[in-house]
């Protein structure tokens, strides 16, 4: 799900202790490759074996493949894909341009966190698919796949901006402090940059998340198109292959997008630790 | 000459442990103020949100709604309404179920998240295999999976663990992983100086110095686990709060659905609230760094 951050957050501290990547043999790519292959492999012949009885879920990689390549060719991917990604895209700006607007609140004036912070608690323990059927009946058009995808990114962004507002360097702010500067100087000129980090931690999580948000609002019922419209389609079908294509292709975008949001991060700032995960 | 003694032998006792207990009781007293006013702020936006989006009367229930719907309202045959007593029952019953499905998944998912960690740590090859993977699937739309899932392992308990599971495994195992990677390197090459089995090292210097990321998974899967319960009942059993989101639909009883809402949230809210306060009790006593920034 959604929320590692807070974690990434929690290790801050020691992050700068410890945790420098450590050589590794395998680069990830490769490694990762070859567990793709591996679990693939051992898919195709589960499929073939174990699961191999008419209705049950599992179809062999190949027919998924198949069925994803010509569903591809025949355009139905298109549109669908285009659409969950508009809904998603708008759920991410919104909720995440809130959650760092109001984390710098959140740091600058400690009063409106105490006032605040447990309504947003409360807005990452409201049960998402729960208040779909009402966002449903509520909003219109794309609102409420938005709405749901921008809920489900504001709290770990939230979490990720404050803890990089947080983790600034205590000298330069004693510094600026010293010479008679204002918090506003301190969060412009050290803390912003402090966040950098952290604040991207969260927005690579939220990337999946946001789509995850988009399709479950697309799976409550109120759109016509969209992946999640493609997926009830397709089980409704009996199309099995189809819907774990779909699966693997929301997977697979979630994952790129993960990588590419990461990648901006390590772009904006070089200076943070990597986070030696592979 | 007296006076010293009684002073050293009461006041030095006392007087810490008073201030200590009103600096408590003030701490106690701001923060349940501001809870009061999280409640009161949820309530007017609540309200509001109704009001400014003009949602039917039907569909939109306020505070005072649900209040009724849970407390005070007869039974009416004639406008096809229970007694409050009757909505409490069901509402409690499924709750009840939603509770035991979260709590099943929130096990399995961790305790199977700490297990595949830690054999990641001791077995770099199967790490540098699957870990990549691990973190593409985090990114898993699991809406998408669970009717495949209810498909290959049936309607009963076994699906809901294995959504459940899937829900909190992910985060759990890329947190842990993360956290049993950053022990200081000095520690590890100590050990391994000493000539320190791999298994001991992970016991005794490995695990402890993850405890932050293995209290930030168990209070972060909490909602987690609560959204794979809801999400297995929707779509596999057919049972519980999950089940309740789909039938509204057909019996258009939004003070039920509403009031299941408000339910779930709070028991999220209170079960994250406890994880929490444990987390900061423990980690304040073993790794007090790491509760810095946390807002």
Same mark, same amino acid.
Not at chain 1, 6 to 22: C, F, I, N, W, Y
Not at chain 1, 250 to 266: F, N
Not at chain 2, 209 to 238: D, K
């Given at each position: 799900?959604?929320?590692?951050?807070?974690?990434?957050?929690?290790?801050?501290?020691?992050?700068?202790?410890?945790?420098?990547?450590?050589?590794?043999?395998?680069?990830?790519?490769?490694?990762?490759?070859?567990?793709?292959?591996?679990?693939?492999?051992?898919?195709?012949?589960?499929?073939?074996?174990?699961?191999?009885?008419?209705?049950?879920?599992?179809?062999?990689?190949?027919?998924?493949?198949?069925?994803?390549?010509?569903?591809?060719?025949?355009?139905?991917?298109?549109?669908?894909?285009?659409?969950?990604?508009?809904? @998603? %895209?708008?759920?991410?700006?919104? +909720?995440?341009?809130?959650?760092?607007? $109001? !984390?710098? &609140?959140?740091?600058? /004036?400690?009063?409106?966190?105490?006032?605040?912070?447990?309504?947003?608690?409360?807005?990452?323990?409201?049960?998402?698919?729960?208040?779909?059927?009402?966002?449903?009946?509520?909003?219109?058009?794309?609102?409420?796949?938005?709405?749901?995808?921008?809920?489900?990114?504001?709290?770990?962004?939230?979490?990720?901006?404050?803890?990089?507002?947080?983790?600034?360097?205590?000298?330069?702010?004693?510094?600026?402090?010293?010479?008679?500067?204002?918090?506003?100087?301190?969060?412009?000129?050290?803390?912003?940059?402090?966040?950098?980090?952290?604040?991207?931690?969260?927005?690579?999580? @939220? %990337?999946?998340?946001?789509?995850? +948000?988009?399709?479950?609002?697309?799976? $409550? !019922?109120? &759109?016509?198109?969209? /992946?999640?419209?493609?997926?009830?389609?397709?089980?409704?079908?009996?199309?099995?292959?189809?819907?774990?294509?779909?699966?693997?292709?929301?997977?697979?975008?979630?994952?790129?997008?993960?990588?590419?949001?990461?990648?901006?991060?390590?772009?904006?700032?070089?200076?943070?630790?990597?986070?030696?995960?592979? | 000459?007296?006076?010293?003694?009684?002073?050293?032998?009461?006041?030095?006792?006392?007087?810490?442990?008073?201030?200590?207990?009103?600096?408590?009781?003030?701490?106690?007293?701001?923060?349940?103020?501001?809870?009061?006013?999280?409640?009161?702020?949820?309530?007017?936006?609540?309200?509001?949100?109704?009001?400014?989006?003009?949602?039917?009367?039907?569909?939109?229930?306020?505070?005072?709604?649900?209040?009724?719907?849970?407390?005070?309202?007869?039974?009416?045959?004639?406008?096809?309404?229970?007694?409050?007593?009757?909505?409490?029952?069901?509402?409690?019953?499924?709750?009840?179920?939603?509770?035991?499905?979260?709590?099943?998944?929130?096990?399995?998912?961790?305790?199977?998240?700490?297990?595949?960690?830690?054999?990641?740590?001791?077995?770099?090859?199967?790490?540098?295999?699957?870990?990549?993977?691990?973190?593409?699937?985090?990114?898993?739309?699991?809406?998408?999976?669970?009717?495949?899932?209810?498909?290959?392992?049936?309607?009963?308990?076994?699906?809901?663990?294995?959504?459940?599971?899937?829900?909190?495994?992910?985060?759990?195992?890329?947190?842990?992983?993360?956290?049993?990677?950053?022990?200081?390197?000095?520690?590890?090459?100590?050990?391994?100086?000493?000539?320190?089995?791999?298994?001991?090292?992970?016991?005794?210097?490995?695990?402890?110095?993850?405890?932050?990321?293995?209290?930030?998974?168990?209070?972060?899967?909490?909602?987690?686990?609560?959204?794979?319960?809801?999400?297995?009942?929707?779509?596999?059993?057919?049972?519980?709060?999950?089940?309740?989101?789909?039938?509204?639909?057909?019996?258009?009883?939004?003070?039920?659905?509403?009031?299941?809402?408000?339910?779930?949230?709070?028991?999220?809210?209170?079960?994250?609230?406890?994880?929490?306060?444990?987390?900061?009790?423990?980690?304040?006593?073993?790794?007090?760094?790491?509760?810095?920034?946390?807002?």
């Amino acid at each position: 799900m959604s929320t590692e951050v807070e974690a990434l957050g929690l290790d801050a501290p020691s992050r700068k202790v410890g945790a420098q990547a450590r050589p590794d043999g395998v680069p990830p790519w490769l490694g990762g490759t070859i567990g793709a292959i591996l679990l693939a492999l051992v898919w195709e012949v589960l499929a073939l074996t174990v699961f191999h009885k008419v209705g049950s879920g599992v179809p062999t990689p190949t027919s998924v493949v198949t069925q994803f390549w010509s569903d591809l060719r025949s355009g139905l991917y298109g549109p669908n894909f285009i659409q969950t990604m508009k809904e @998603a %895209a708008t759920g991410f700006v919104d +909720g995440n341009v809130l959650a760092i607007v $109001l !984390g710098i &609140a959140f740091v600058q /004036l400690p009063l409106i966190e105490k006032a605040l912070l447990r309504i947003a608690v409360a807005s990452y323990c409201l049960p998402i698919i729960a208040i779909g059927p009402i966002l449903t009946f509520v909003l219109h058009g794309d609102a409420p796949q938005s709405a749901l995808a921008g809920l489900v990114v504001f709290f770990p962004t939230l979490v990720g901006v404050c803890v990089g507002l947080r983790s600034a360097d205590r000298n330069s702010l004693d510094l600026i402090r010293a010479y008679g500067g204002s918090s506003w100087i301190q969060l412009t000129r050290v803390r912003l940059r402090a966040a950098l980090p952290s604040t991207f931690a969260g927005l690579q999580i @939220a %990337a999946p998340s946001a789509i995850l +948000g988009a399709i479950i609002g697309e799976y $409550l !019922g109120a &759109a016509n198109t969209g /992946l999640g419209v493609m997926m009830i389609d397709a089980e409704g079908a009996l199309d099995i292959a189809r819907t774990w294509g779909i699966a693997l292709v929301c997977t697979a975008v979630a994952g790129i997008l993960y990588g590419l949001i990461g990648l901006i991060g390590r772009l904006v700032a070089p200076w943070a630790p990597r986070k030696g995960m592979t | 000459m007296e006076l010293p003694t009684l002073l050293q032998e009461e006041d030095v006792e006392v007087l810490p442990r008073r201030a200590i207990r009103s600096a408590l009781l003030k701490r106690i007293a701001s923060s349940l103020g501001f809870t009061l006013l999280s409640v009161v702020v949820v309530l007017v936006l609540w309200e509001g949100f109704i009001v400014l989006y003009h949602i039917q009367p039907m569909i939109a229930k306020n505070p005072l709604d649900v209040w009724r719907y849970m407390f005070t309202q007869h039974a009416n045959v004639a406008a096809d309404l229970r007694s409050a007593a009757g909505n409490r029952q069901i509402l409690f019953h499924n709750l009840k179920t939603t509770l035991r499905d979260a709590s099943i998944g929130y096990v399995a998912g961790i305790v199977l998240g700490l297990a595949v960690s830690c054999i990641f740590i001791l077995q770099r090859m199967v790490r540098q295999t699957f870990m990549p993977i691990a973190i593409v699937l985090r990114s898993m739309p699991l809406v998408a999976l669970a009717p495949l899932l209810t498909l290959i392992f049936g309607r009963g308990l076994l699906c809901v663990a294995v959504i459940g599971g899937i829900v909190c495994f992910f985060p759990a195992l890329i947190n842990i992983m993360y956290g049993l990677r950053s022990t200081p390197q000095a520690m590890l090459d100590l050990m391994s100086s000493y000539g320190v089995s791999k298994l001991k090292t992970l016991r005794t210097v490995i695990l402890p110095s993850a405890l932050p990321s293995i209290f930030a998974s168990l209070r972060i899967n909490v909602p987690a686990s609560m959204i794979g319960a809801l999400l297995a009942e929707w779509l596999a059993t057919g049972q519980g709060s999950g089940q309740e989101m789909l039938t509204v639909e057909n019996t258009f009883d939004f003070g039920e659905l509403w009031s299941a809402v408000v339910l779930v949230t709070l028991v999220t809210i209170i079960a994250y609230s406890i994880v929490s306060a444990i987390e900061v009790a423990v980690l304040s006593r073993y790794a007090p760094d790491a509760l810095g920034g946390r807002p």
